[in-house]
């Protein structure tokens, strides 16, 4: 019974402390401290994109040595392992969207933020040049930016191997609009499909709900999809519930190719129970506004072409590159082999480019192209810079102090000294060791409350599946949320969904 109490007491005192750091967070975000205004005689940091890469480096960038510029023509951080969750809106797209402002005024400096795409960057004359492509539009739409350093984190496009029909028919999954547009065709087609009269191939076509690339993008989607239908389409619309169908085409002969084997087989077996049809081994080629034609290669190596009609289309194959990276490299010689993106050292420099870094999706630097690498590279280059602020600083410290030793003979001892200080602290903060990526591990969700897991464990890695895994993942994303607000937000959608179902309107 003391045991009890005491597991009572300790479990009562953190709530307490919990809600407390809860209250704290809150407080801070909303009375933030006066900023200091930008300094223009310092060097300016332009960043492009307020993505994975260029909001780490933000949040753990020291902004009072720059004068910080940051480029975007989207004004928020999107926490992208939810999106596909929004496509059924399990979660609403706001939870998982941080705007830039908030973030930016937790910094000590303020920073500059223009809403605007970058159409090309000057490494000679080292300005970029961009322009307003929102909506609303004032008298100035473009216009240049210099730069005395600029960090590239502009991410990646959809790749579509310009596969004919694909950009016209189908959807992607990369942006909240994507999401938002995935949301309201899925419900467009069941309403279709729900129709006076209508034909029961018609039905069937816009029941049919095809994804194409089994990466994890694509399998995420499915389940979620699955979910949405299983837990709250075939309570509402019963009449046409037994055609709804979703198939997943996946040219390589499994889905998930960077999970473990054992992952692998889980996920397809539990595709099959969830009633997924996985095709794999079939390349899509072509996409009309109602059908996919894709080749399939049969076990003794013949292929065959699969017409698939379907309602909606989701196309996930992976990354391209950004034309404002494709300029770039075409300006730069050394970058004429790279083909996936910007080519980069070990300290995340643009090869053959100078004062220019490279973060996330658009870098190559030998790892996948994963939130969780481009967030490791904008920790990095923080670091990087804010060592070199501060190695400027002991370097002008040191050259005054040398200086006024010929000057004041009577504190040379006293001056020395301070030099040596100063001259030990710039040895420390100048040895910046090269970026090294710490690889923490994979997480998939793949419906009926399932998820897989590939997580690094004291150096060795462990596969986990099922319903445990997927509290996991459930802790693992909460916990990485951006702010408290979302992480309070995500959690409502969570459990909002689950008493009372998912929303079904169209808008
Ligand atoms: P992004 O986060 O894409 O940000 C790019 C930024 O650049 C955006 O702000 C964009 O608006 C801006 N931009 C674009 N063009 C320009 C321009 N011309 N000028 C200026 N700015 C521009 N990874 C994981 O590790 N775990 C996951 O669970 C996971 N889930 C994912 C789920 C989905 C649905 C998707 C699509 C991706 C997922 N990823 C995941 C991958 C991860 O999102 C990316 O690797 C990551 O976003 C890359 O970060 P980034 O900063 O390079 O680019
Ligand atoms: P991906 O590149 O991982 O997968 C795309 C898939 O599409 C490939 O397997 C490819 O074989 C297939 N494909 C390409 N062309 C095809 C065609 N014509 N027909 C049929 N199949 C075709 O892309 P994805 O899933 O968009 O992921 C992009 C990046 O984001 C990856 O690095 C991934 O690891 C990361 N990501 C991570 C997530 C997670 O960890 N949970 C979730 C989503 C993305």
């Given at each position: 019974?003391r045991?009890?109490?005491?597991a009572?007491?300790?479990?009562y005192?953190?709530?307490i402390?919990?809600?407390?750091y809860?209250?704290?967070?809150i407080?801070e975000?909303?009375?933030?401290?006066?900023?200091?205004?930008?300094d223009?005689?310092k060097?300016?940091l332009?960043?492009l994109?307020t993505g994975?890469?260029?909001v780490?480096?933000?949040k753990?960038?020291?902004?009072?040595?720059y004068?910080?510029?940051?480029?975007s023509?989207?004004?928020?951080?999107?926490f992208?392992?939810?999106l596909p969750?929004?496509?059924?809106?399990?979660i609403e797209h706001?939870?998982?969207?941080?705007p830039?402002?908030t973030?930016?005024?937790s910094?000590?400096a303020?920073?500059r933020?223009?809403?605007?795409?970058a159409?090309?960057?000057?490494?000679?004359?080292?300005?970029?040049?961009?322009?307003d492509?929102?909506?609303?539009k004032?008298?100035?739409t473009?216009?240049?930016?210099?730069?005395d350093?600029l960090?590239?984190?502009?991410g990646?496009?959809n790749?579509?191997?310009g596969?004919p029909?694909?950009r016209?028919?189908?959807?992607?999954?990369?942006?909240i609009g994507d999401?938002?547009?995935i949301?309201?065709?899925i419900?467009?087609?069941?309403e279709?499909?729900?129709?006076?009269?209508q034909?029961?191939?018609?039905?069937?076509?816009?029941?049919h709900?095809?994804?194409?690339?089994?990466g994890?993008t694509?399998?995420?989607?499915?389940?979620?999809?699955?979910?949405?239908?299983?837990e709250d389409?075939?309570?509402?619309?019963?009449?046409?519930?037994?055609?709804?169908?979703?198939t997943?085409?996946?040219?390589?002969?499994?889905?998930?190719?960077?999970?473990?084997k054992?992952?692998?087989?889980?996920t397809?077996?539990t595709?099959k129970?969830?009633k997924?049809?996985?095709h794999?081994?079939t390349?899509?080629?072509k996409v009309?506004?109602?059908?996919v034609?894709?080749?399939?290669?049969?076990?003794?190596g013949t292929k065959e072409?699969i017409?698939?009609p379907?309602?909606?289309l989701?196309?996930a194959t992976?990354n391209?590159?950004r034309?404002?990276v494709?300029d770039?490299?075409?300006r730069v010689?050394?970058?004429?082999?790279?083909?996936?993106?910007?080519?980069?050292?070990?300290?995340?420099v643009?090869?053959?480019?100078?004062?220019?870094?490279a973060?996330g999706?658009?870098?190559?630097?030998?790892?996948?192209?994963?939130?969780?690498?481009?967030?490791?590279?904008?920790?990095?280059?923080?670091r990087?810079?804010n060592?070199?602020?501060?190695?400027?600083?002991l370097e002008?410290?040191i050259?005054?102090?040398?200086g006024s030793l010929?000057?004041?003979?009577g504190n040379t001892a006293?001056?020395s000294r301070?030099i040596?200080?100063y001259?030990?602290?710039?040895?420390?903060?100048?040895?910046?060791?090269?970026?090294h990526?710490?690889h923490?591990?994979?997480?998939a969700?793949?419906?009926?409350?399932?998820?897989?897991?590939?997580v690094?464990w004291?150096?060795?890695?462990?596969?986990?599946?099922?319903?445990l895994?997927?509290?996991f993942?459930?802790s693992?994303y909460?916990?990485?949320?951006?702010?408290?607000?979302?992480r309070l937000?995500?959690?409502?959608?969570?459990?909002?969904?689950?008493?009372?179902?998912?929303?079904?309107?169209r808008?």
């Open positions: 019974f045991t009890l109490r005491w009572w007491r300790l479990g005192l953190s709530a402390a919990g809600v407390a809860i209250g704290y967070g407080y975000d909303r009375h933030p401290e006066p900023q200091t205004e930008p223009p005689t060097k300016t332009v960043i994109g994975w890469g260029s780490s480096l933000l753990r960038l020291d902004t009072e040595n004068n910080v510029i940051v480029i023509p989207r004004n928020y951080f999107l992208t392992p939810l969750s929004c496509t059924t809106g399990t706001r939870s998982i969207m941080e830039i402002r973030i930016l005024r910094k000590k303020s920073v933020f223009y809403e605007a795409e159409s090309s960057i000057d490494p000679d004359r080292k300005v970029v040049r961009i322009f492509n929102s909506e609303v004032g008298d100035m473009e216009t240049e930016v210099p730069y350093m960090v590239v984190g502009v990646a496009e790749a579509t191997f596969i029909g694909v016209e028919h189908s959807c992607f999954l990369k942006e999401a938002q547009r949301r309201k065709r419900m467009d087609c069941v279709t499909a729900a129709f006076k009269d034909s029961p191939e018609e039905i069937n076509r816009l029941m709900m095809v994804v194409v690339g089994g994890p694509g399998v995420e989607f499915a389940g979620e999809l699955q979910d949405f239908f299983e389409i075939k309570k509402l619309v019963p009449e046409i519930s037994d055609r709804f169908r979703v997943l085409i996946e040219a390589l002969p499994n889905v998930l190719p960077s999970f473990s054992q992952l692998i087989e889980y397809e077996s595709f129970e969830e997924i049809n996985i794999t081994k390349m899509v080629k009309t506004d109602k059908t034609e894709a080749v399939a290669t049969r076990p003794d072409t017409v698939f379907y309602g909606l989701v196309w992976g391209a590159v034309p404002v494709q770039l490299m075409s010689p050394a970058q004429k082999n790279s083909r996936r993106g910007l080519a980069v050292n070990e300290y995340l643009v090869q053959g480019a100078r004062d220019i870094w973060v999706d658009c870098a190559v630097a030998g790892y996948a192209p994963t939130a969780q690498v481009a967030s490791q590279e904008g920790n990095f280059l923080a990087l810079f060592n070199m602020a501060r190695t400027e600083a002008s410290k050259a005054e102090l040398s010929n000057i004041q003979p006293e001056i301070e040596e200080e001259e030990r602290q710039l040895r420390r903060i100048k040895d910046v060791k090269p970026f990526y710490s923490q591990g994979s997480l969700y793949i419906g009926s409350e399932k998820a897989v897991a590939d690094t004291f150096n060795g890695n462990v596969a986990a599946a099922g319903g895994t997927y509290l993942w459930r693992a909460i916990s990485m949320c951006f702010s408290t607000r979302n937000l995500v959690i409502n959608d969570w459990l909002k969904s689950k008493l009372f179902g998912r929303d079904l309107s808008e």
